[in-house]
């Protein structure tokens, strides 16, 4: 079992610092990709060029293996970790000012783990946080609940089936009292809406797709849902392999859903400009724009645009104003015109993405597999502001609190802020 660690001026302190850090506008990182589930920060003064000497508060190894990207509340910061073979799934918590692991909690133990990629870990989606709450996940192999207080589990359920095939990575979402979670697998293809107090099942959705063959290696996704509101009224907006639906999520229901040909869809979508933008994965992935105010079957009469030039299978894109910014997996970076598709550049910036690209003071970051963070101007020309490099790549999206960047590379997690 992974060790256990605690720390006395934590829990003392908890209640005071959260108070004080509200006090100084630092903003929480609540979920994957951040309040808004868009990748954005309202930050200001963030820093633009750093390296292992330079502009790093502190640095802290983490256990395991995981791509978990890390979640913030006061001055907690969460994230997953699991073992290589994927035999123990924990719960990792790092205080957001000294660095240090408060909290390191075995919660999963998997005798037989199922094959996962060596692209993907065991750990790779993103808790979601709220106060006093966070909700650790790790797809078919368990849920929990945890008080952020003292790390004890409230709740728990592995009774969800799910055969990922390639390893888990859908996220978790918060929707009022529910806790929404895709299960798109080889086997089953479903999302589920569970109470965040006790755990019991609000309601389940099965997928009703046609996916135009019987090969469960296409049925997959590793989609994280969004919310939008849409003339009053919540929707779901759910990505699965060859399709995306919409849900009330209140009760499950459809509402519409747009077809498409990609699978392994694993990309967030976008909601700006009257329209949901789609990643359609694997198979050549696709970005459909989408009217998401239509009912039933809407891709022959609720489609705007899609184009296929340049477009990453695994990174969420970022929407900055009426430009949407893009790299593909093998690193070439575009912009796209959001009310049109039209290309407005193309750049190679060099290196592997996986992580999702966060926008924040005018600024776009790109975080590559080889550690490589390049740092652009949100505009309609490519102008690069900096590259910088850390020791060991990146496969989880940053994290933002205050005017610090939270990175999380394969090995360490890194506070970067820019020195006075």
């Known amino acids: 079992m992974l060790p256990t660690f605690r720390s006395c001026f934590f829990i003392l302190s908890l209640g005071s610092t959260i108070f004080a850090g509200l006090a100084r506008g630092e903003t929480n990182w609540p979920q994957f990709r951040g309040p808004g589930a868009d990748g954005h920060s309202a930050a200001t003064g963030l820093p633009v060029s750093w390296s292992e000497q330079d502009n790093v508060v502190w640095k802290t190894a983490i256990p395991g293996r995981g791509w978990s990207s890390p979640v913030i509340w006061g001055d907690q910061i969460w994230m997953g970790t699991a073992t290589p073979d994927g035999k123990l799934m924990s719960a990792v918590c790092v205080h957001r000012v000294s ?40 797809g078919s192999y368990g849920t929990a609940c945890l008080d952020t207080s003292n790390g004890e589990t409230l709740w728990a359920r592995r009774d969800l089936p799910c055969d990922h095939f390639r390893g888990p990575g859908s996220s978790p979402i918060l929707y009022k009292n529910m806790v929404v ?28 797709i046609d996916f135009g063959t019987d090969n469960g290696d296409i049925f997959k996704a590793y989609c994280t849902p969004i919310v939008i509101q849409v003339n009053g009224k919540p929707q779901l907006i759910s990505p699965a392999s ?44 696709d970005m459909v724009a989408v009217r998401p105010d239509g009912s039933g079957d809407v891709t022959e009469s609720h489609v705007k645009w899609h184009v296929k030039k340049s477009l990453g299978s695994k990174p969420s894109q970022v929407l900055v104003g009426d430009l949407i910014f893009n790299v593909s997996d093998a690193g070439v970076g575009s912009c796209l015109d959001a009310k049109t598709g039209e290309t407005v550049w193309t750049k190679r910036i060099g290196g592997k993405y996986s992580s999702s690209l966060l926008a924040a003071d005018g600024r776009v970051y790109y975080l590559s597999h080889e550690g490589k963070a390049t740092v652009i101007k949100a505009a309609r020309e490519y102008t690069e502001l900096a590259s910088n490099q850390l020791d060991d790549g990146f496969m989880a999206s940053p994290a933002v609190t205050g005017k610090s960047l939270i990175l999380r590379t394969k090995s360490h997690l890194y506070r970067i802020e820019k020195k006075n």
Not at 181 to 208: C, E, M, N, P
Not at 244 to 271: I, M, N
């Open 99 to 138: 660095g240090k692991i408060l909290h390191n909690l075995p919660l999963f133990e998997n005798e037989k783990p199922r094959f996962c990629h060596a692209m993907n870990s065991y750990a790779s989606p993103t808790p979601v946080i709220e106060d006093g709450r966070v909700y650790i996940h790790f």
């Open 181 to 208: 979670i895709h299960y798109d697998g080889f086997d089953f293809q479903y999302v589920v809406a569970l109470d965040k107090k006790t755990g019991d099942t609000i309601w389940k959705r099965d997928r009703d």
């Open 242 to 285: 060859k399709a995306t639906l919409a849900y009330d999520p209140e009760t499950g229901k459809e509402l519409w859903r747009v077809r498409y040909t990609g699978f392994s869809a694993t990309a967030q979508p976008l909601f700006g400009h009257g329209m949901v933008f789609i990643n359609t994965g694997f198979g050549k992935a």
